[in-house]
């Protein structure tokens, strides 16, 4: 037996292998990695004759698009030029490989390619002042290199930051003659970011939860502890929105157990959207002195599409006793999950004379679902009405519902109300652009710059969602 370290994993193999029978035993493809053995490098060419002996020490390291990397150690000079050439070759047309393609010749390094080398060097034994000036002096010489603004980005956001970072991107934005926005590049902007806001005691539980939604597993570790050791529910909710079991049952225990208001816990429990909510939702549904409690459970399980609840949900809206609130939330619940028994109480709020709220409620309840038949002449109409109304608020929430309808329309009316003079219409008008409306990377990197670190975090968490 021959034990070796690969990727900084011990593992045995059954006697010396070459490089390229080693690869062929992990199922990876030469062409997509590169090979360090004993902190030297293994050309391609090299593979077959090279031997993997006992005691070696073996890095492995794949190129993922736009120059980021998969390794578990990025100290080695290797890294380095990994990220220049996968930031070279993402600015650059991929031609398909085809069967029987004769091998391929040695690659020339250009000068692009090693000024950058160079530049991720210096960033690696820390000179940043270094890393940017390579960085800048490949960007005066190619002004759209995309390899050279990788470099920058990444050297400005270790020295200032993800806003620092964010500066860098758009000042190679600038240098563009065609401006045309680069997805990677503002990714790594929009993380680097949300880790920032991390810290924040305003907005970190939503800047960890969207970072946990996008695979980055110390997020979602950080969650985890915070959660188990200060039973914070704000941790306890953004790990249930990401559909962690622990979290749901948690929550299923508290709504089970608590007496009194528990609101939170039980919008916390619909957002989850897990059918393990549906049966605690259902006992939610017999809590008579808490009407608000009923109307949130009656609503939510017709989001989760929770058919069995349909009998009881009749039997709420059909209950004259019950308040308006509940009855309603019974109609809408049941409107959900395509039973009809309450639409006439849902019309009749939608077309009430002078009461933008009420219509505005209805207009929310009755949105078409996606893939389902087109909206209804009456509900568009009221919609549209809505969206130019006095009220901002109002303007704001019906364009996001129109939205899916009338796009421009939708954008009109928001635009107005991101420079309205209440703070709190604002930050609607933004939630409504970042989650309905924008779905342009210009808009988002705009709304990056916002004053609100809550649609900062947004903007951010929109940005990985389209590039994920």
């Known amino acids: 037996m021959v034990q070796i370290l690969l990727n900084g994993d011990r593992r045995e193999l059954p006697g010396p292998l070459t490089v390229r029978a080693l690869l062929d035993s992990l199922s990876i493809d030469a062409r997509a990695v590169a090979v360090e053995l004993n902190r030297t490098v293994i050309r391609r060419h090299d593979h077959e004759k090279t031997w993997v002996t006992d005691g070696a020490e073996v890095e492995i390291v794949s190129f993922v698009g736009g120059g980021a990397m998969r390794m578990r150690r990025p100290s080695s000079w290797l890294a380095l030029l990994l990220v220049v050439a996968g930031s070279v070759a993402s600015s650059q047309a991929i031609t398909s490989v085809r069967a029987q393609t004769p091998p391929a010749q040695a690659p020339t390094l250009t000068e692009e390619t090693l000024v950058v080398y160079n530049g991720w060097a210096m960033l690696a034994a820390g000179d940043l002042a270094k890393a940017v000036s390579y960085a800048q002096a490949i960007l005066n010489k190619y002004p759209s290199s995309i390899a050279g603004a990788s470099l920058m980005v990444e050297a400005e956001i270790v020295r200032g930051g993800g806003e620092a970072g964010l500066g860098a991107y758009e000042r190679w934005l600038g240098l563009r003659t065609r401006k045309l926005e680069d997805g990677f590049l503002l990714r790594r902007a929009a993380r680097a970011m949300l880790w920032d806001l991390a810290a924040s005691t305003e907005v970190g539980t939503e800047a960890l939860q969207y970072l946990a939604e996008d695979g980055d597993l110390e997020a979602r570790n950080r969650l985890v502890l915070s959660m188990n050791n200060t039973a914070s529910a704000g941790d306890t909710r953004a790990l ?15 709504v089970e157990k608590t007496q009194g208001r528990k609101s939170f816990q039980i919008e916390t429990l619909v957002q989850s959207r897990s059918q393990l909510a549906i049966p605690t939702l259902m006992k939610v549904l017999a809590e008579k002195n808490y009407p608000e409690h009923i109307a949130i459970a009656a609503d939510g399980l017709g989001q989760l599409g929770a058919k069995s609840a349909i009998p009881a949900l009749r039997q709420l809206y059909q209950d004259t006793t019950n308040t308006g609130g509940i009855r309603t939330a019974a109609a809408a619940g049941l409107f959900k999950l395509n039973d009809m028994t309450g639409l006439p109480l849902l019309q009749k709020y939608l077309t009430t004379p002078d009461a933008p709220y009420l219509n505005l409620a209805a207009a929310q309840s009755m949105a078409p679902r996606p893939g389902g038949p087109p909206p209804d002449p009456t ?67 705009g709304l990056l710059r916002a004053n609100s670190s809550l649609t900062r975090v947004r903007a951010a968490n929109a940005i990985l969602r389209l590039t994920k």
Not at 379 to 388: N, T
Not at 393 to 420: F, G, K, S, W
């Open 240 to 254: 249930a929105r990401l559909g962690d079991e622990g979290a749901i049952r948690r929550v299923i225990d508290q």
């Open 379 to 445: 509900w568009m109409k009221v919609v549209r009405e809505l969206s130019a109304h006095s009220d901002p608020a109002v303007r704001v929430q019906a364009a996001a519902i129109v939205a899916p309808y009338d796009l421009e329309l939708a954008r009109r009316a928001t635009e107005r109300a991101l420079a309205d003079g209440s703070e709190a219409v604002r930050e609607l008008a933004a939630k409504a652009m970042i989650e309905s409306i924008a779905t342009d990377f210009t808009t988002l990197r």
